[in-house]
């Protein structure tokens, strides 16, 4: 096992609130959710970010959880770690380089441990269809309470409906003003031909700096025990797309 040392976002109180009730949701989606992944319609709606902080947050509730960086073409998660050396990923698993041992990183955070995405392999979708897939997550569930996979966008390229097949289920992750409602619905029946349960949608990147209903009522409530909200970036709600 690699060991490494992962920067973590310093969060405010209601983005941390946001990810114990995207946590909640998930746990209350069924007993049987273990593996999960987080899609996206476009890039950079903050896919990442969300995937890897829910996985801290079932961490934090006391779940053995394994974060697993499936992006392998795009990864993100390689600029996360700020100490120790990543020398073996998940393309090396793909490929039949590595053992599961081998490619996991524990992170310096109680109960959480990583699976980088590796070097970019040149054919992603075929290596994720093959059978050494399915078996790294039959062999994850035998040592994780949860599983979280970080997948490519939808929009871009077909790897999400693949991952999908060996998930309990899935979520969208839609940036505010970043994607329209026609084209997320697009993602998501897409996601639903490929026979994927669709657990939800994590608006992200709301904005909460005071107007509306919910900026007033926070920043009163709130504001008066927990100081000034700072952040600029995380603002999310779990919201069912399905029927709308």
């Given at each position: 096992m690699q060991d490494v040392t992962i920067k973590q976002d310093a969060l405010d109180f209601r983005a941390?609130?946001?990810?114990?009730?995207?946590?909640?949701?998930?746990?209350?989606?069924?007993?049987?959710?273990?593996?999960?992944?987080?899609?996206?319609?476009?890039?950079?709606?903050?896919?990442?970010?969300?995937?890897?902080?829910?996985?801290?947050?079932?961490?934090?509730?006391?779940?053995?959880?394994?974060?697993?960086?499936?992006?392998?073409?795009?990864?993100?998660?390689?600029?996360?770690?700020?100490?120790?050396?990543?020398?073996?990923?998940?393309?090396?698993?793909?490929?039949?380089?590595?053992?599961?041992?081998?490619?996991?990183?524990?992170t310096g955070i109680d109960n959480l441990y990583l699976v980088f995405a590796g070097p970019v392999p040149p054919n992603p979708s075929e290596l994720l269809t093959g059978e050494r897939f399915a078996?790294?997550?039959?062999?994850?569930k035998k040592e994780f309470d949860f599983i979280v996979i970080d997948a490519p966008p939808v929009g871009s390229v077909i790897d999400a409906a693949i991952i999908s097949r060996q998930c309990d289920g899935g979520?969208?992750?839609?940036?505010?003003?970043?994607?329209s409602y026609r084209y997320a619905r697009k993602t998501k029946e897409q996601l639903e031909k490929a026979g994927c349960k669709i657990l939800g949608c994590v608006l992200n990147k709301v904005s909460v700096g005071g107007k509306g209903y919910y900026g007033k009522y926070y920043g009163r409530y709130y504001g008066k025990y927990y100081g000034k909200y700072y952040g600029k970036y995380y603002g999310n709600d779990y919201e069912d797309l399905n029927g709308q």
């Open positions: 941390k609130e946001a990810f114990k009730t995207l946590r909640t949701n998930i746990e209350f989606s069924g007993n049987k959710i273990k593996t999960v992944f987080f899609t996206s319609t476009i890039p950079n709606e903050g896919k990442s970010t969300v995937t890897f902080e829910t996985a801290v947050a079932f961490a934090e509730s006391g779940k053995k959880t394994l974060f697993v960086d499936a992006d392998l073409r795009k990864s993100v998660l390689k600029n996360r770690h700020k100490a120790g050396r990543v020398v073996f990923g998940f393309s090396h698993y793909l490929i039949g380089k590595n053992d599961f041992d081998d490619v996991l990183c524990s078996e790294f997550i039959e062999e994850a979520i969208m992750v839609v940036g505010s003003g970043e994607t």
